[in-house]
């Protein structure tokens, strides 16, 4: 008789979605590689301009998938009666958005193990992706942890690591990662839990935090250098978005570069036919913008309608 591990998998958007599909495995496999006994993921949220309350990334798919989806903050104890019934061997998070309680990483016998976007103990903690962009760091990557109660502090099973090209932002780093999670964990799980990996304890004091992103973490302040506001625009977007005040409304900056130039902290200037900002070093050229109320367009399209830039 064929064991299936009896995994329930804990995660909530995009970036947890394609290690959701490699555990399920593809519809056709003859033997699926695990039995995936539960989901649990954040409830549905607003979201969008027309705030329609919509359900995570992940809860689409488990429905999509025939699997049972819970919604409960996990301190619930509706949702620790149901994570016990469904009895799982082995745990698997990724981006799920709570911590787990020292209740719920003693129960599967398996432990716990978690998918995180940084290469650990770099970049611990909720927003490890934009932290790495906005440092400016040359390599980013994912690691397969065993949870501990500690947030990110957990021994590492396996890490895999990609550059950080010129171009990517906190959009395409997450897609590249995802995949890669999902493709690591894929090669981990069987080796993890035949024994042959053994998970090693990670160096402290090499840590480095990543904190939850808040809307106004965005906000330009061209005090700073022209380079560093042109790495938080590529990692704030597309969420939470970089931006500032212009004419006492929002502008988005979705995509800028640095270029040499003289100008006086928050000058605004024309450089080449596109809109630029004096920062704390050199110009800060706005390649792509989204003025308040309107669509997303290039930064030579808004200077030719922005009235006293």
Request: hydrophobic share 40%.
């Amino acid at each position: 008789m064929h064991f299936m591990t009896r995994i329930v998998f804990m995660g909530s958007p995009e970036f947890a979605v394609p290690t959701l599909r490699a555990l399920v495995g593809k519809s056709g496999d003859t033997v699926r590689p695990y039995d995936v006994v539960g989901v649990v993921t954040q409830p549905d949220r607003p979201s969008g301009r027309g705030r329609e309350v919509t359900a995570p990334p992940v809860k689409k798919l488990a429905v999509d998938l025939g699997l049972t989806v819970i919604q409960q903050k996990l301190r619930s104890p509706e949702a620790m009666d149901q994570i016990r019934l469904w009895t799982p061997d082995l745990i698997v998070v990724a981006a799920f958005g709570q911590i787990l309680r020292p209740d719920i990483l003693a129960l599967p016998p398996r432990g716990c193990i978690n998918v995180h976007a940084s290469l650990l103990p770099r970049w611990r903690g909720a927003a490890p992706i934009q932290a790495a962009l906005m440092a400016g760091d040359a390599e980013t990557g994912v690691t397969i942890m065993k949870m501990d109660p500690g947030v990110d502090t957990g021994a590492i099973i396996s890490q895999r690591a990609i550059p950080i090209e010129a171009k990517d932002t906190g959009g395409t780093l997450v897609d590249k990662l995802s995949l890669l999670g999902a493709e690591l964990l894929t090669e981990t799980l069987p080796r993890y839990l035949s024994g042959e990996l053994t998970p090693q304890a990670q160096d402290d004091s090499k840590a480095t935090y990543a904190p939850m992103l808040k809307k106004e973490d965005g906000r330009l302040d061209f005090t700073r250098p022209a380079d560093e506001l042109a790495r938080r625009v590529r990692a704030f977007n597309p969420r939470p978005g970089a931006f500032f005040e212009w004419n006492g409304e929002m502008l988005k900056v979705h995509l800028a570069h640095a270029e040499m130039g003289k100008a006086a902290v928050r000058q605004r200037l024309a450089y080449e036919g596109q809109p630029a900002v004096g920062s704390g070093s050199d110009l800060l050229i706005l390649d792509e913008v989204q003025p308040a109320g309107k669509k997303s367009m290039s930064g030579k399209a808004f200077l030719s309608g922005a009235r006293g830039w």
